[in-house]
Protein backbone atom coordinates (compact mmCIF):
# COMPACT_ATOMS: atom_id res chain seq x y z
CA UNK A 1 0.00 0.00 0.00
CA UNK A 2 0.80 3.46 -0.79
CA UNK A 3 -0.20 6.46 1.43
CA UNK A 4 -0.57 10.18 -0.36
CA UNK A 5 -1.16 13.31 1.38
CA UNK A 6 -1.03 16.33 -0.40
CA UNK A 7 -0.37 20.10 0.84
CA UNK A 8 -0.01 23.46 -0.66
CA UNK A 9 -3.56 24.72 -1.66
CA UNK A 10 -5.26 27.50 -0.18
CA UNK A 11 -6.91 30.74 -1.50
CA UNK A 12 -4.48 33.02 -3.77
CA UNK A 13 -5.02 35.97 -6.27
CA UNK A 14 -5.18 36.07 -9.46
CA UNK A 15 -1.12 35.95 -10.89
CA UNK A 16 0.16 34.58 -7.63
CA UNK A 17 2.01 31.21 -7.02
CA UNK A 18 1.41 28.49 -5.43
CA UNK A 19 3.89 24.90 -4.77
CA UNK A 20 2.06 21.84 -3.68
CA UNK A 21 3.64 18.79 -1.62
CA UNK A 22 2.67 15.31 -2.23
CA UNK A 23 4.49 13.31 0.34
CA UNK A 24 4.65 9.16 -0.40
CA UNK A 25 4.68 6.84 2.24
CA UNK A 26 4.59 2.24 2.58
CA UNK A 27 5.46 0.46 0.23
CA UNK A 28 7.01 3.12 -1.91
CA UNK A 29 9.55 0.93 -4.23
CA UNK A 30 8.70 0.25 -7.73
CA UNK A 31 6.53 3.23 -8.43
CA UNK A 32 6.65 3.78 -11.90
CA UNK A 33 5.38 7.15 -12.37
CA UNK A 34 3.33 9.84 -10.20
CA UNK A 35 0.76 12.40 -11.38
CA UNK A 36 -1.21 15.80 -10.68
CA UNK A 37 -4.60 15.98 -11.02
CA UNK A 38 -6.95 18.36 -10.24
CA UNK A 39 -10.48 18.43 -10.71
CA UNK A 40 -13.32 21.84 -11.20
CA UNK A 41 -16.32 22.70 -9.20
CA UNK A 42 -18.53 20.80 -11.07
CA UNK A 43 -16.56 19.06 -13.65
CA UNK A 44 -14.63 16.24 -14.08
CA UNK A 45 -11.21 15.03 -12.81
CA UNK A 46 -8.60 15.72 -15.18
CA UNK A 47 -4.80 15.27 -15.75
CA UNK A 48 -2.59 18.40 -15.25
CA UNK A 49 1.03 17.14 -15.49
CA UNK A 50 3.06 13.33 -14.59
CA UNK A 51 7.29 12.53 -13.73
CA UNK A 52 8.48 9.28 -14.24
CA UNK A 53 10.68 7.37 -11.86
CA UNK A 54 13.46 8.85 -13.74
CA UNK A 55 12.34 12.29 -13.96
CA UNK A 56 10.69 12.39 -17.01
CA UNK A 57 7.67 15.12 -17.17
CA UNK A 58 4.65 15.39 -19.53
CA UNK A 59 2.25 18.41 -19.31
CA UNK A 60 -1.54 18.86 -20.78
CA UNK A 61 -0.80 21.14 -22.84
CA UNK A 62 -3.04 24.36 -21.04
CA UNK A 63 -1.01 24.55 -18.22
CA UNK A 64 2.64 23.97 -20.25
CA UNK A 65 4.40 27.28 -19.50
CA UNK A 66 2.48 27.60 -16.24
CA UNK A 67 3.23 24.74 -13.95
CA UNK A 68 6.28 22.41 -13.31
CA UNK A 69 6.31 18.74 -11.57
CA UNK A 70 9.24 17.80 -9.84
CA UNK A 71 10.48 15.28 -7.31
CA UNK A 72 12.90 15.24 -4.40
CA UNK A 73 13.44 11.36 -4.33
CA UNK A 74 14.90 11.94 -0.64
CA UNK A 75 12.06 13.36 0.88
CA UNK A 76 9.82 10.74 -1.49
CA UNK A 77 7.75 13.82 -2.70
CA UNK A 78 6.72 15.23 -5.69
CA UNK A 79 5.68 18.77 -6.20
CA UNK A 80 3.41 21.09 -8.63
CA UNK A 81 4.67 24.64 -8.92
CA UNK A 82 1.76 26.58 -10.28
CA UNK A 83 2.48 30.46 -11.53
CA UNK A 84 0.58 33.06 -13.11
CA UNK A 85 -2.70 31.56 -11.16
CA UNK A 86 -5.94 31.82 -13.07
CA UNK A 87 -8.90 32.01 -11.66
CA UNK A 88 -9.93 28.55 -14.02
CA UNK A 89 -6.89 26.82 -11.95
CA UNK A 90 -9.67 26.75 -8.99
CA UNK A 91 -9.53 23.02 -8.05
CA UNK A 92 -9.44 20.66 -5.63
CA UNK A 93 -5.75 19.40 -6.67
CA UNK A 94 -4.95 15.48 -6.24
CA UNK A 95 -1.43 13.26 -6.52
CA UNK A 96 -1.41 9.83 -8.02
CA UNK A 97 1.04 6.77 -7.90
CA UNK A 98 1.11 3.66 -10.43
CA UNK A 99 2.74 1.16 -9.11
CA UNK A 100 2.78 -2.15 -11.01
CA UNK A 101 -1.15 -2.03 -11.84
CA UNK A 102 -2.68 -0.42 -8.82
CA UNK A 103 -3.26 3.20 -8.69
CA UNK A 104 -3.10 4.87 -5.71
CA UNK A 105 -4.59 8.67 -4.90
CA UNK A 106 -4.09 11.50 -1.89
CA UNK A 107 -6.95 12.89 -0.74
CA UNK A 108 -6.35 16.24 -2.58
CA UNK A 109 -5.59 19.55 -1.56
CA UNK A 110 -8.04 22.90 -2.62
CA UNK A 111 -6.80 25.53 -4.66
CA UNK A 112 -8.81 28.41 -5.11
CA UNK A 113 -7.77 31.81 -6.76
CA UNK A 114 -10.00 34.58 -6.15
CA UNK A 115 -9.72 38.47 -5.86
Known amino acids: QVQLVESGGGLVQPGGSLRLSCAASGSIFNINFMGWYRQPPGKQRELVAT???????NYVNSVKGRFTISRDNAKNTIYLQINSLKPEDTAVYYC?????????WGQGTQVTVSS
Open 96 to 104: NAHQGWDVY
Open 51 to 57: ITSGGTT
